[in-house]
């Protein structure tokens, strides 16, 4: 039944739902507080640097740098602010709404990798951003900054989802306002000079994946801050404000991040190399605090939903704050790993989040085709009824595990640095970019985004209709 409950349970209780229905009592929110969760975990540093992939990696002029990002983070925002109303109805997390494409045993794969990947992986990218930028504006060991970065994290995540909404919103504010003078004082800095002999397609599509593999690495976690608003939201308000919250925070600081480091090139220190042409200590210093604070903004989603995700694969750990326990043990993995990247070998942080955003896309683009098919065949039924039912469906899984291994094995040119030392990319990541002779063509060109995708959403499509016409049958 729908309702206009607007109850706000204390931020500062320790939220005991885990990833059971939320009841109507207390529903509570509204769908523009969508654009603030989404746009203040992306106003930091790592958003910053994906821009700059373009640029010092992957042989893109700026405005190629520009366009490749805004491509990949518009295609992602779609799937993000389509999956987030989803939440209202049915009062669930986005893992276990994916049982009803992947059923319950076939869920496990997803809700694995979203676990590792976010829980994990991310939580390390954005914790050794924050950290850098602490120790940079303090002067503390990097250890010792990185160690504050994450307790921040752990703690506000702990508590749960009350304090993570506010915490998204009133801090977006403060950090818009910081970024928005960055914005001003960098882009004139910029060097817009355009090569249109050169185009490197390969490049490219590595730049585009990198941003989409960001952003959509977001959607995995949709429905997980709309569970909570009262049924009868407006889906359509709250679709663009998620949407819209995610694509603008992503593409203005990628922008940024590509203009910059256009100029400055490849820094040992990435954090304080893009601080240093703000032309003013107190701007810098500003900049740096927001850098902190952004990192904390976007790791409280991470910790928080890679939690959510662990719970979705249905163990049962027995106690009642096992949400709030799987967060701290998420926050201790995460800070080794975090240790390790920005402590024991800083050299290698670009092509460390170079690879790790490009491997998120590999399996997040095929997830959203899957869920995306899933929606349109489903069209009018009760999403959370089915997830619920415990039924299985092996069309999410197989279609899944297929477009995933096929489009990295053929496609990728990351995948002998994560499975096989030393072997060749993928032997279509570089035939696939042949253009004329007179573009200029970088070996290492990536489709394996698209590919999953395409080819995950037409095996979905197949697999689902046929099991649904030999049922009938």
Known sequence: MANNNNHTASAGAIETNDVAPIPAGERHGKPWHLFTVWSSPNLEFATVYVGAL??????????????????????????????????????????????????????????????????????????VSGGLALSALTGWPVAAALLVVIVAQVVIAFVGHNLIQVWERYTSYGLAAIWIVVVIVTL??????????????????????????????????ASDYTRYLPENTNKRALGLAAGLGNFFSTSVLMIVGAVVFAVIGVQDNPTAGFTGVLGNNVLASLTLLAIAVGSVSANVLNVYSGAMSFLSMGFKLGFKTRRAIMVALAGLIGGFTAYYAAVIDPKNLGAHLEGFLLVVSYWVAPWVAIILVDYLVRKGQDLGTIALSGKENWAGPVSFVVATVTSIYFFSNQYPTYVAPGAVAGPFADNFFMTPDNFKVVVGGDATAIVGFVLAGLLYWVLSTSIQSTKKK
């Open 54 to 127: 373009g640029v010092l990696f992957f042989g893109l002029n700026v405005w190629q740098a520009i366009l490749a990002v805004v491509i990949g983070n518009g295609l992602a925002a779609i799937t993000h602010g389509l999956f987030s109303t989803f939440g209202p109805k049915a009062g669930l997390p986005q893992m276990v709404l994916g049982r009803t494409a992947f059923g319950k045993l076939g869920n496990l794969i997803p809700a694995g990798l979203s676990t590792l990947v976010a829980g994990i992986g991310w939580f390390a990218v954005n914790s």
């Open 188 to 221: 004139p800095q910029g060097h817009y000079g355009v090569d249109f002999g050169s185009f490197n397609l390969g490049g490219f599509t590595l730049a585009a994946g990198a941003a989409y593999g960001y952003t959509a690495g977001w959607t995995p976690f």
